[in-house]
Structure formats: C-alpha cells, structure tokens
C-alpha cells in the first residue's frame, strides 16, 4: 500500500473553484467557504493557539487566544487586532499569525490567563497531554511575574468517573457548553462572575449526563480529569496505545485504549467524523475494568482430572482425543470478532455452525439485515443522524441502548434550528453564541415514540407512549400518508390518525429525515413500518436514511453469517448423540433462559467453552480455553450501520496461554488433519477466506492494511516517541533491555521506534504533533479541521445504497389489547448495568440502578400492588421475583423487567406472563 500520508499534505491547501482565497503573510491559500479564520489557519497547517473554541462546539470568543493581525489590503501596513474564532473567511483577506503585535497580545493574554493557575504541572493528571501547556509554549509564555496571593476554590466530588481541580481553570466555558448546551445535561454549569467565576455543580455530587466523561478531553487544563486512571496513575506518554472499537454496543465507537504494566489504563476518543466523532459515552469510556478483572480466564482447564489446569501440550492432546471421536457443533457470539465466529464455522462446518442468540432475536436481527442489504434505503451513519433535519424514532430507546446515537439525535435538532436561524440573520453556524441568542427554544423536528418517556422527550416535537404494536401501527399510518399505495391502518384512532398527519407533514418538509428503529421492544413490526417510512420518504432531492439499533458489539456481523438459532442447536443435542459443543465467547444464560440453557448443556456429550471471563456457561463447560480480550488481541467488528471497523491489540499479556479465540480455533482445526501442522493466519487472511465463502461480506479485507504493511520499510510504534522506563520497568528483573514483543498480527509494533509520520487512519495509534501533546493535536490528522481523518475515516461500509425500487411491507399489526391477568413482558434497558462486560468496571457499577420490575398505576391497583411490593413473573419456566415500580407512563397490559442486570434472570421476552404479587415483605 502506497503511503499517502507525507508532510507536505500538511500545508496544502484545498483547491475549488468556489472556494475563497486569503493570504496568510501574504501567500494566497484557497480555504472553504463559510470557516472562520482560526478553522482556516489549523486546516493549513498553521499553529495558532486557542482555548474556548472547540470543532463541535463553535466559537463565542470568550479566551481572546486566538488573535492574529487583520489588513485591509496589500498596502496596508498597520492593520488591527482580530480574534480569528470570530471572522468569517472572505476572498482577499490578508492576515499575519507572526505579526509582532498579534504575539506580544497572545503572550499577554496567556499571561494573565495564568494568573491564578498553580502552575502545578508535575503532579496534574494532564501534565504532558495539556493543551493550555501546548497554547503556553505556542504562545512564548515562560515566565511568571505575579508573586501575590492567588484566587483559589473548593473542589467538588462530582461522582466516581471525573476528578475536579477546580483551582487550574481559566475560564474557557467550555465544560458548561458542552456539557449543558451541547449534551443536554442540567446539572453542571458557571456560577458567580468576574473573576471568580465557577464551573460545578450547585451542590456537589454524582453528575448525572452519561456523557460527563468528555469533560476530562473537552477541558483544555486540568480542571476535569479522568479518576479512574488517577487511580492507577501514569502519565499518558508513558501508555501503550492501539487503535480500538467499543465493545459495549452495537455503535461501534472508535477509541484509543492505553496500557501501562501489564493492565488496561484507560480509554479515550479516537476521532472518527463518521461514527462518533469527538465524543464517547461513559459507558464506552470507563467499560474497561472487565480486562483486568480478578474473573479473568488465564489458563486452560480440563474439568475432572486430579490436577484441572494444564498446559497447552496436554491441552491439545486432549483436544484431538475429543474432536476426533465427536460431531462437533459451534456456538458463536455477538460479542466475538468477525474472524473468531468465521473460524468457528470453519472448524465445525457452516451447516453446524449457530447463533448464541434467542430464535426470536436470531430472526429480528436477520430482518435488520436483509432490509438494509436490499440496498433501498441507505443505513445511517451517526454522522448522518447528527446531520438529520428530522428525525423520527420508533419503539427503540436509544438513549440506553445507543446513548451516542441519541447524542446525535440531540445534535440533528438543534443544528436544524440552529442552521435556520443562521440564515436568518445572515450568520455563520460556527458563531455559537449569536446562533443560539436567535435560536431561544426553537429546535428542529424529532418525533421520539418510545414505550417509556426518555430524555431526548425534553427536545421532542412530538411524543408517543404506547405498547409496540401500536407505534408500529402509527409507523404504518405515517408511511401511508408519505405513500398512499401503501395500505391504510384499519381502526386507527383520531388522535393517532392527527399525529401521524404531523410527523408525515414534517418528514416531507425535510430534505435529510433519519428514522430509527431497533430490536430491544423484540416486535418486528417496528422494523417493517420504519423501513416503509424511510423508503416512502427517499424521493427526488430528499435523501432518507434508515437505523437500527441491535444488541451488541458484533450482532450485525454474526447477524450477516446467516446462521440458526440457538434453538436449532438445542433441537439437534435432543435428537442425535455424542456432539461437542463449542461455545465461542457467549454466556448463553445471558440470551436463553436458564431452564433451555441447562438442557442444551445437559444433552451435549462434551462441552469446550472459549472465553475471557468466568460466567455461568464456563462454569458447565468441560473444557476451558483462556481466550483474549479486545486489548490483547485483533480482531473485525461490524456496527448496526454495516460498517465493518479493526480493533488492533494494545499489549500481549503476560501470560502466553491468553490468546485470540481465532487462533485457538485453528489450532484445533489442525488436530483435524493427520500432519497436526495449523497454518498460521492473520486477521486480513482470514478476512479474505471469509470474503469467498460468503459474498456479503464483500470489501471486509480492506478494512485495515494487511499485517506486514510498512511506510518506507517501518512498522507504526504503540508507543510515542517521549515513553520512558523502557529498562526500568523491567529492572528488577534483568538490568539489560529485553528484546521488544513482536506482532506479527498488525503493522503495529511494540516500540517507541518506527515510522514518526501520519499512519493510514484505522492504524493512528495516538494522535500527536509537533507542539501539540494534547488531544487537540487530532487537528493536524484531519482532511480540514472537525472533517474527516487524511485519507479517509477508519472503515467499510457493506451495506450500500443501490438505487433499486423497494419491496415495502403490506402487514399491519392488530391494536394491542390489554389482556385479564395476562401481561406483554419486554425487558428494560439500563445504560450502566445491562452490558456484561461494562458490569465489571465498579465506578459503573456504582451509577447503576437497582433491579426493579415496572407495571402501568392500574395494572398495579388491579393486582393491589404498591410501590416496593415484591412481585412475581413466571414466563416459560423461569421465575423472576423484584420489587415493584409504578411507571404512569407506561401504558396498561405491559409488564418491563431489567434486561442484562448480574443476578437477574434472563427472560422469554416477547411473551404473554402471569404476575403474582407475593405476601412478604423480603424480596427473595
């Protein structure tokens, strides 16, 4: 692959005709339209300090950082001060950043700036990734002459993930801006004024945003730091770093993860204008802790035997005793990468290989996938829901399910009023405090129909609260009125009838709407009526984009490999004799109600589980194999969009036996050939056989180069350049330097040596510049500042619109009915607690709510249940016992139980239960 990525990209200009040309000391450059000076001068190339401007954020001119020297025309020689943030690009205009005025005025600023600051960098969590550091240095400023008493605060506890040093601000804004105008949260903000303006909270406490962990990058000093890592202190040049992808949901985030000693440190943003951007949720960022957890699998485990752990000779030497003389069966996983499920099928054969999912799940999932790979409508990119100019959401509570998908959904309504509102007064939408004066409490169109009321119903044009079949039933009304071909919704009411004919009006008035839909209210109605609603909408200059929310991290990629059921399985163990079970990364108890779990295990002759925690299914397994995490191994995830990203290891554990599941896998294959002998793979091979033996996964081997890419004959370090204790940390081992790792898996190598430039964008392992240690430094990486990476965003999209005339669907579900005594169960979602793997970070664990099973007020006065009542449900042989919450929002006939809470038992969700309100007080 040729290396795209030179120096001189850095300060060439972007040639268009439409665009304008300035002259920065008095070289002509053509720059985009519509940018202000400061976004034109870093899309350049060019160093120029700021503090309260942020890409997502716009530009209120609040530091005076960012001032350069403004001329009229060529002969002008005096010119005046201006603050780049707020001057909107114009053909001709002349500016100098070098000006002796312009820097002796940025000097000043910082100066006074740094009045109050403690100037306490060796023991700041930012010290060395500071971004007022950078702007410090950038600036000239090295010398501090105030000798007076400083201003100084009390900190505030604001919960277990940010740490607040309240002493270090100098007041940027932008905590407050991102934090309540951007994400929405209420409870953090400025209080006092002058010089003794404060950013917290009114009362200290848990912050209550799910976002609150970008705090630690959005604030420019040291003011909100990460706690979890000031737990297990390092600084953050002295972590290994690899590019990454969330394991959490099914979003698919791109994150950087960090290494020190052996564990897991932290987690932060990777930029990724596509997906999400600038942001993650706190879940993405502080799930990490299950990688160092005490539960952690590390050796391989033969049950029965006097001494149960062995090594990997006796462990294979058992494993070709078993394959040879046993049908084998494969269970896979939505949480297993791309490459382990497909080797799975491989070892076991594509007509044994099974979904570790639920039959009723196994079939939304594959609804999702066959809508999206007709290719008449196009999936959605976060990207394109942050762009939406209407937005319709159908029975999926994003907000728990896809909280980065509902800061989105936040995003599409206010840049909608707020793009209108710049037209109308003539302004640019990067002006950020003008816009939103204009704006006041305008927002642009969501229409948020959910089960429950969410937080996203605060921003909402219009609400819906009601049993799935019925939002579906208005999905279809309004896909009728968008298509009058389409069937009509026989028995609608006048009130949904009024409804559906406002948000049909308002979707055809906008030119890019996004609906979104997703299966966590397990009713494949919803699937169908959005797809109608998005396929109706994509006419003519209106360009219609379809989401789905699915479970997990890879539940679109297992989705696409078109396998049965976990129920199939279980049918089969129950006919035929002697099958060994392998189970790839899955706790099927987390999918499958206990009692059809024990079955299946029961009937399996031998079972050999894969996995990196200890969880109910390892504790039945015969066979145990220590498999890898995403940090220490490499592996494919494909998002609910469709898009197929690399997650690349960050550290090899120390103990050898801790390896990918995939390659366990094929060692096993290899016991299946009389040689013994395993081709050794890598990720790309893989993903290349996979590529021939199933077509729809087309383009996935170009996801990331291939494992021996090199740019001019070096490899791409983990480590930057400034990593110290390269010796010392092995000192007491040996005095001599060990000979580096080697991974032969990626083009990744674990050393600070390697090449220092700009790698292709799914191998950036950090970002980092010359002057720029911060996270701020993403700048010089990007095509033009807050757009996509140079070369294009980390990626393959394997669903793409195909222009094809599309097949809508003609059933409408009947209006739900509350039936006598017997109640539609569907689980509930919790942002912290209903993840597995996140369940091991404790600061989450802390933030997570109590278990608690919800009726609507009648449904609980029919029963003679009260709030905190200890209630009963039995579905399908599993019996869950929790105490009551009253939900008035919650519509009669629905009962909601904790979906993916350690403890609770997993649910036949879907189906009609009893409910039994029991007579004591104590819940069982």
Known sequence: MKNIYTKSDVLTPITSNDMPTIYIHNKPYEVKAGKNLLEAALSLGFDLPYFCWHPALGSVGACRQCAVKLFKDEQDTHGRLVMSCMETVKEGMRLSIEDQTAKAFRKQVIEWLMTNHPHDCPVCDEGGSCHLQDMTVMTGHDYRRYEFKKRT?????????????????IQCYRCVRFYHDYAGGNDLNVFA?????????????ILESPFSGNLAEVCPTGVFTDKTLKEHY????DLTTAPSVCQHCSLGCNTIVGERYGKLRSVVNRFNSEVNGYFLCDKGRYGYEFVNSENRITQPIIRNRAVEAVDETTLMAHLRNTIAHHKLIGIGSPRASVESNFSLMQLVGKDNFYQGVAEDEAFLQKKVVDILQSGAVRSASLKDIDQADAVLILGEDVWNTAPIMALAVRQAVMKTAAAEAAQQIAIPAWNDAAVKEKVQENKGFLANCTILPSPLDEIAATTQ?????DIARLGFAIAHLLNPSLPSVPGISEETAQKAKDIAAALQQARQPVIISGTSSCNEALLR???NIAAALHTGERKAALSYVLPECNSMGLAMMQAPSFERAAGRVKREQDI????LENDIYRHIPAHKADTFLSHCKYIIALDSLNNLTTQKAHTLIPAATFAEGDGTLVNNEGRAQRFCQVFVPTNNLVRESWKWLWQMKALQSESGNGQEHHPDELLAKLETAMPQFAGIAQVAPPHDFRIHGEAIPREPHRYSGRTAMLANLAVSEPKPLQDDDSPLTFTMEGYQGMPPSPLIPFFWAPGWNSVQSVNKYQQETGGALRGGDPGIRLFEQKGIAPVFFREIPEVFIALQQKWLLLPRYQLFGSSELSGYTRALRELSADPYISLSKQDAAQLGAVDGAPVSIKADGTLLTLPLKIDEALCNGIVLAP???PGVATMSWGTRVNIEVLKFEKVL
């Open 153 to 169: 605060y009390r900190n505030q506890y604001l919960g277990p993930l940010i740490h607040h040093e309240m002493n270090r601000c």
């Open 899 to 901: 979906a993916g809470l």
């Open 465 to 469: 609260r009601c049993a799935p079949d």
């Open 234 to 237: 390092t600084r953050k040049w």
């Open 529 to 531: 009526a959005a797809f």
């Open 580 to 583: 060994t079970a392998i189970i």
């Open 193 to 205: 004024a002058h010089h003794h303006v404060y950013f917290g909270r009114e009362k200290e406490g």
